[in-house]
């Protein structure tokens, strides 16, 4: 399980490692072009952006905390820093933490039925 969700972190696909798991910055290929995966039945749906909002928020807020006890700088300096800080951190996990997900949910063969096979 844990190469699934190495592969999924660093956008690669689940099963065989050699392809990329996105086509663009959230959208999982349809299937893989190594191996065949089905990737496009993965529905990581809200997952990826909860552990993100979780994540993201145990690194910020108590940095926002320690920097405001350290020295409290006036509004627009802790905005001007802590404002940027949370958009980068937010968009620069969320692509592998979707990935992560996927190839959990690879490994658990936690897909949603083809609808073309009905």
Known sequence: MTTA???GLLGR???CG???LFNSFLRVVSECSNC???LGLVRADDVPPYITILITGHIIVPLL???DRMGEP???LMSAIFLPLTLLLTI???Q???GGVVGIMMNLNMLKSDPAAT
């Open 5 to 7: 969700i190495g592969r």
């Open 13 to 15: 696909c689940p099963a």
């Open 18 to 20: 050699k392809s990329h």
């Open 36 to 38: 065949g995966a089905p």
């Open 65 to 67: 905390f320690m920097v």
């Open 74 to 76: 006036p509004i627009w």
């Open 92 to 94: 620069g996990l969320l």
């Open 96 to 98: 592998p933490i979707k």
